[in-house]
């Protein structure tokens, strides 16, 4: 006899981007009594070049702080779940509901323009649950709208940026016994003041594992547009192989380092519960898909699982020949500190070293400000910042031990003529890291796919 599973799935915007995508979503339901807690994203892109409901709520948060008119917004925002509901008979009545929280959405009292902005965004995914829990029950299925305050999802006060609190865990748990299909929104929780922040973009992947984690879920069935997780993004390279088992440390570092497909974030709450994560296309469910588990499966032929990279870092370069080098990175550290600033790595040598930070944290004037900062606390004999890298990561379990890889990386990257700003080898002992010119990018994730997953 089968054993039963207890899942959790959560549907991406591209597979709730339309009636036609609804209806797929709907039987994948359909075809598995164990999807007990199905977590959904706002509606997504329809066709390359279509804007995502996220997108339009956040154009629609900023003419309301910009006191614009924002009827040409709301209305395509109304269109797109009424498109839904249409399609599926919801009531009229049930969609005024939606419509009219759209439409109220700026009649709320918002503490500031952050969380203004975070409520706004939110709505995406908490009317597609709700429209959804509909649709499934118009369907015949027994099922619910759970909203993240009546489900325990505690996270912390930062509005576009949240983060779980532990504590929600035991709260989740007290969900799983339930015998209804649970529909929850993905992307958003509450503060312990009761209001509402979103996780970072992408964040519904983090509240699907946060419910697998939570109701002590076997398997976390991610569906989304693609039949795996490839080795390299299937936008750059084209047709690589898929991945059809990883371990979670390898699909940690990459989604760090730009595979979208799965939010990095999401993997811990996986790791923490020791939840199956299994990444499945809602066009082709039949398809096996990428299982991510802590198990190791290394093919001798293939020690590299994948090869990502990820734009839109800068480093800021310090040179100082140190008679005394004590404090000295607590300096550097305790200025970014100050102003919010986080950094990602920094590699050093005898006499120079440097920060490696997200870019997207820096303005002009911050840049300024922080060279003049750090001028002062370190009287460096050379300091710059360099913008415009990418990191390129080249990962795989089956890299521990192996020699002559990091050659073999070199030599491909060399034979194109990518330029190597940064190294990074030996902080993780399944990635290597580089850092190059943003527009080489590209060129450099062929070469090493080439290099790597040669056909056999
Ligand atoms: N290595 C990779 N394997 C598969 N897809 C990838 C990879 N890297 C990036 N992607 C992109 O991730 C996309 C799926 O993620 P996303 O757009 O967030 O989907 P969803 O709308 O389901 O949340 C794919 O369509 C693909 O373009
Ligand atoms: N809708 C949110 C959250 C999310 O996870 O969406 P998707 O599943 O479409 O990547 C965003 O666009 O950021």
């Known amino acids: 006899m089968e054993e039963t599973l207890m899942k959790v799935v959560k549907?991406?915007?591209?597979?709730l981007a339309n009636a036609a995508q609804v209806s797929k979503v709907v039987n994948i339901i359909k075809a598995d009594d164990q999807r007990r807690f199905v977590v959904v994203s706002a509606p997504g892109k329809r066709f390359s070049g279509d804007i995502k409901v996220t997108d339009l709520l956040i154009q629609y948060a900023?003419?309301?702080?910009?006191k614009q008119d924002a009827t040409p917004i709301t209305d395509q925002i109304i269109a797109r779940y009424q498109e839904i509901a249409e399609a599926f008979a919801i009531p009229a009545g049930d969609f005024e509901e939606i419509r009219s929280t759209i439409l109220g959405l700026p009649q709320h009292d918002y503490q500031d323009n952050d969380y203004l902005m975070a409520t706004f965004k939110a709505h995406g995914e908490r009317l597609n649950a709700v429209l959804f829990a509909k649709v499934l029950t118009a369907q015949g299925l027994k099922a619910k709208y759970l909203d993240p305050r009546e489900a325990g999802l505690i996270v912390t006060d930062s509005p576009n940026d949240a983060e779980v609190i532990p504590e929600s865990y035991d709260r989740i748990s007290e969900w799983s016994a339930s015998s209804l299909i649970r529909v929850i929104p993905g992307f958003f929780g509450y503060n312990l003041q009761g209001q509402i922040c979103t996780f970072s973009r992408g964040g519904s992947d983090i509240t699907g594992a946060i419910i697998a984690r939570g109701v002590h879920a076997d398997r976390y069935e991610n569906f989304t547009d693609v039949n795996a997780i490839y080795a390299a993004n299937p936008a750059v390279v084209h047709n690589p192989i898929a991945i059809h088992h990883m371990?979670?440390?390898?699909?940690?570092?990459?989604?760090?380092?730009?595979?979208?497909v799965f939010h990095d974030e999401a993997l811990i709450p996986a790791?923490?519960?020791d939840v199956?994560?299994?990444?499945?296309?809602t066009n082709h469910p039949s398809e096996r898909g990428t299982s991510i588990t802590s198990t190791k499966r290394v093919n001798p032929a293939y020690p590299v699982s994948g090869i990502a990279s990820s734009p839109?870092?800068?480093?800021?370069?310090?040179?100082?020949?140190?008679?005394?080098?004590?404090?000295y990175s607590q300096k550097i550290l305790n200025i970014l500190a100050e102003h919010g600033l986080s950094y990602e790595h920094m590699p050093s040598g005898i006499d120079d070293l440097t920060v490696i930070m997200r870019q997207d944290q820096l303005t002009d004037d911050l840049e300024d400000t922080l060279i003049r900062e750090l001028v002062i606390a370190l009287r460096p004999d050379e300091i710059h910042i360099t913008h415009d890298y990418s990191l390129l990561m080249v990962v795989g379990e089956g890299m521990?031990?192996?020699?002559?890889?990091?050659?073999?990386?070199?030599?491909?990257?060399?034979?194109?003529?990518?330029?190597?700003?940064?190294?990074?080898?030996g902080a993780s002992e399944i990635s290597m890291m580089f850092g190059i010119q943003e527009d080489h990018a590209n060129i450099a994730v062929q070469a090493l796919y080439d290099a790597f997953f040669p056909d056999l």
């Open 11 to 15: 549907f991406g915007g591209s597979s």
């Open 62 to 66: 900023n003419a309301v702080i910009n």
């Open 247 to 260: 371990t979670f440390r390898e699909m940690r570092e990459l989604s760090y380092a730009g595979f979208s």
């Open 400 to 425: 521990v031990n192996r020699t002559g890889l990091m050659s073999k990386a070199t030599d491909a990257l060399a034979r194109q003529n990518v330029k190597l700003v940064m190294v990074n080898q």
């Open 276 to 281: 199956e994560v299994v990444v499945k296309n």
């Open 271 to 273: 790791i923490q519960g």
């Open 312 to 327: 839109n870092f800068c480093g800021i370069y310090i040179r100082k020949y140190m008679l005394d080098k004590k404090g």
